[in-house]
């Protein structure tokens, strides 16, 4: 079989399922492992609770190591439940358009930012999210990745993996460039606009943070932050509302 290994051979079961379809599987049947190794840290958290509780002469050591066991298996617990559902979006059951949406309303919009979801420029590139405001214009998409899969960079060049990012890269480029062209020309008012791609799911360097030809890679939950703390421009509010406006206007509603 093309691609295949002479020392494994395939299993019928998997032949043609998806990477998500797999790891979905592979969780569920994972989940009485789970249970036992949090049981196993339930246990040592008690121990160690109750050690603690007796060499300090607290009252109560079984309160003590009972909290503490507790507590283990409730840590355990959300961090295997937060790995899961930060795969969400990869595994096609949540949109990270939707969510990259509402976090950027929720954490922008009383600051005088505008969010226009579902851009496009006629017969060119869309986009998932456009942000104007005080410090600057962004474009902001949404893309996700496999859990292991390494997103780094290499004398400049994006990689996903072994893959090159370029391709991923260049369209968000080109296209921050023609937006900003064309909000400067409408609006007479001079503006750049900085792409950003929201990454759900895949491995980011320390710091959760990538720059690299010309984009910036950066989790979710941390693009509104971004935003806030990385702009350039000072905008009016006027001049926030023109560019919002015309932005509407001349901008087409991604199908």
């Not at 494994?8 to 979905?24: I, M, N, R």
């Not at 579902?118 to 869309?126: D, E, M, N, T």
């Not at 991923?168 to 921050?176: D, I, R």
């Amino acid at each position: 079989m093309p691609g295949g290994s002479i020392y494994v051979q395939p299993d019928e079961k998997f032949t043609g399922a998806s990477p998500q379809w797999l790891y979905e599987k592979h969780w569920h049947e994972d989940a009485k492992s789970r249970l036992r190794l949090r049981a196993v840290k339930a246990a040592v958290a008690f121990a160690i609770g109750f050690g603690l509780a007796v060499r300090f002469d607290l009252f109560g050591p079984l309160s003590y190591a009972t909290g503490a066991a507790l507590l283990a298996a409730a840590a355990d617990w959300w961090w295997a439940w937060r790995s899961f559902q930060s795969t969400a979006v990869w595994r096609g059951r949540r949109r990270g358009e939707v969510i990259m949406g509402r976090q950027l309303r929720r954490s922008l919009s009383r600051r005088g930012y505008r969010i226009l979801d579902g851009r496009a420029i006629r017969g060119q590139a869309s986009i998932d999210h456009l942000v104007i405001g005080p410090n600057g214009v962004w474009l902001v998409d949404n893309e996700a990745w496999s859990p292991d899969t390494e997103i780094a960079a290499y004398g400049g060049r994006l990689f996903f993996g072994e893959k090159y990012g370029t391709r991923v890269a260049k369209p968000l480029v080109e296209a921050g460039a023609a937006f900003a062209e064309l909000l400067s020309r409408e609006t007479g008012i001079p503006v750049t606009i900085t792409p950003i791609l929201a990454v759900h799911g895949g491995l980011l360097p320390h710091g959760g943070v990538l720059a690299a030809e010309g984009i910036t890679l950066i989790k979710p939950g941390r693009v509104a932050r971004l935003i806030r703390e990385t702009g350039t421009q000072a905008l009016s509010e006027a001049q926030i509302e023109l560019l919002a406006r015309t932005a509407a206007r001349e901008l087409d509603r991604a199908a």
